[in-house]
Structures are given as C-alpha cells and as structure tokens.
C-alpha cells in the first residue's frame, strides 16, 4: 500500500482516538491519554508518525520527543511503557517507514530513536535491551483461571481473604494519595525514586476518571495496605503499577489486588491480561509472575543513533552503586529526586 506515515500531534486532533479505533492493532500506549498524561508531567512532546486514508488508520510509529539537557534530545517509543508495537498494514515497508523516522530525526536533531517492539523483519538489528513480559489468557472461565494458578498462589488468595483484607476500587483523590504514599514506599524498598506526585494526579485526570484505567485498594482493619493500578483499552488490561506496606507483607494483600482486578476484567469480555516486563536478573519476580500461568516471552528495544546511522547494541545496565544511595535517602528527598530525574530519563 502506497501511504506515506507523516508527524502529527494526537493531542491537537480531537478525532485521534477515534481514529485509533479503525485499526484492531492499536492500544492504550498509542492512545491520547497517555500522550497527554506525559506531555503534562514532564513536558514530552507527541510525535505521532501515522500514515490515514479515508478516515481510517493505516500505519503508526508513536513518538514521544524528549529534549533534556542531561540525556539529551531523542524520540522514544513510548515512555514508560513496557511494550509498543508499530503498526504497518501488510504491504508497507518497515525499511521506508523508518527512513521517514530518520530524516525527520535529523531535522529535530535527535541523538537517538527507540522503538520498544519487535518487528518480524528485525532480526538480524541487535536489541538495545531485553526484558521478560507475561501474559495471561482471560477468555476462560473464573474457575479455569483460578486452577491455573500455583498452589501458593491460590493458598495465600485464601488466606487474605480469611484474614478479612477487602478491596475497593480507589476513585476519589484521598484514594490516589494513599496510593501514592504506598508507592513512595516500595520505591524506596527497590532503591528507585518514586514518580512525582503530579504523574498520579495526571493520571488520575487523564486516564482513570476517564474509564481507562482502574486503581484497586486493599484495606486492612480501616488502612490501605496495598494497590495497584491497570491500564485497559480494546480487549487488553496491563498492571502497571503496584505498592504496597512491607508492614503487613504477611498478608499478601498484593495476591488479592490482583486477583480481584483478574476477576473484574475477564468478567468484562477482556481477553489478554499482561503483567508488564521484568528485568532478567529480577528472577523472584520473574517467578511471581508466572505462578499466575501467564505465559513468558522476550520484549527486545532497538535504539537507532541518527549520528552514526545504525542500530545500537545491547546496553549495560548498571547502577548498583547510585541504588544503594537511593535506600538510604530520607523519603522528601526522594520524593525531590523522582520529581527532578523522571523529566529526563524516559
């Protein structure tokens, strides 16, 4: 098919979702909402590459442009999110669409463009980096799922629920603070800064009260143990974020989170609940994960240097030394650190 994919700014066109909606392959990452939930926090710009024909959705490479004095001016596709599939209908060519990506990098003077995808003619680029992603089939039935859980997972379901843990879906600011506080909490526990306050209330404002997303609260004897929030568009849900009080770990209030949230969107007709990526040393997490029978599969990014024209290699990832420092902050300065360093990376 002869289109050509051109930049455009979802957030400055009010048909864009519906637009979106003409091709089954796109998702919650390819929508408005989260554009523009990263464009309010952190000042991204949206550089949406679509190819459209008669009012209907051919190809699209979504952007985010990040300009920072620190990691520099680059694209990424798309922040924050562990998965981004391009779209191209059969018949348009990957090599041109990325040349498109190229040419325009250069005349936004990009050092850098990532793709977080894997694309079937690929396979001889390197992956930039590499994670583990988990999916869970939902098309079953309650009891279906619930059998194809691990042992301990279907004990410690039980054992929350005898302890008299109940769930309730968090939709009033005060909910989203306790949320949050959760959150600053179990960042800290990873030795990571936790995202700003001002991204929660973003998403609070873009996304949840939209009916795009859902924040489940676990509450003990009066107090919010536990949380975590899904995104959710077309037939897929991702958990995105969870946190929870290391206080009551014994609890496992966490297993309830997220089996009420299974429970909530397989009876809702939705049919793939994905776990979000996992890094591949991370391998308790790597374990938790799959003892819900979810599925296991490589996520590979690519990362295109428009200086040099070619593909990077695989990325060393460190950072132990900066963690440790992390741990040991008081939680306002780390809160500051978040607020200052998720600007910048992306």
Not at 128 to 157: C, M, P, T, W
Not at 182 to 187: A, P
Not at 218 to 241: D, Q
Not at 261 to 279: E, L, M, P, Q, V
């Amino acid at each position: 098919m002869s289109l050509n994919l051109e930049p455009l700014d979802p957030l400055a066109d009010p048909g864009w979702d519906d637009l979106l909606a003409t091709n089954p392959a796109s998702s919650f990452v390819h929508t408005s909402a989260w554009a523009r939930v990263l464009s309010s926090s952190y000042g991204y710009r949206p550089r949406f590459f679509a190819a459209v024909k008669d009012c209907r959705l051919y190809g699209l490479i979504p952007f985010m442009e990040i300009r920072s004095w620190v990691t520099g001016c680059r694209g990424v596709s798309m922040p924050f999110f562990d998965e981004c599939d391009v779209i191209l209908q059969e018949g348009m060519s990957f090599k041109e669409a990325i040349q498109i990506v190229r040419e325009y990098a250069k005349s936004r003077r990009w050092r850098t463009f990532e793709l977080r995808t894997r694309i079937p003619c690929m396979e001889e680029v390197p992956a930039s980096a590499e994670y583990y992603g988990h999916d869970l089939e939902l098309s079953r039935s309650e009891d279906a799922i619930f059998s194809g859980f691990r042992k301990n997972v279907q004990r410690n379901i039980r054992k929350v629920q005898k302890e008299g843990v109940t769930i309730d879906r968090g939709e009033s600011e005060k909910d989203l603070l306790e949320f949050y506080r959760l959150n600053c909490l179990t960042r800290r526990e990873h030795c990571l800064p936790p995202q700003p306050l001002r991204f929660f209330q973003n998403l609070r404002g873009h996304v949840l009260s939209k009916g795009k997303g859902s924040l489940l609260l676990a509450r003990y004897r009066g107090e919010c143990i536990s949380g975590a929030v899904f995104l959710h568009y077309g037939t897929g849900v991702l958990y995105k974020y969870g946190a929870s009080d290391k206080r009551f770990q014994h609890l496992r209030a966490n297993n309830l989170v997220m089996w009420e949230a299974i429970r909530y969107y397989s009876g809702k007709g939705f049919r793939n609940f994905s776990f979000g990526r996992t890094d591949f040393e991370h391998d308790g997490l790597r374990r938790f994960k799959l003892s819900w029978g979810s599925s296991e599969k490589i996520l590979s990014y690519f990362k295109f240097d428009v200086r040099s024209g070619s593909w990077c290699r695989e990325e060393i990832r460190r950072g132990s030394s900066s963690r440790s420092i992390l741990a040991r902050m008081p939680l306002p300065l780390l809160r500051v650190a978040g607020t200052i360093a998720y600007r910048h990376i992306g």
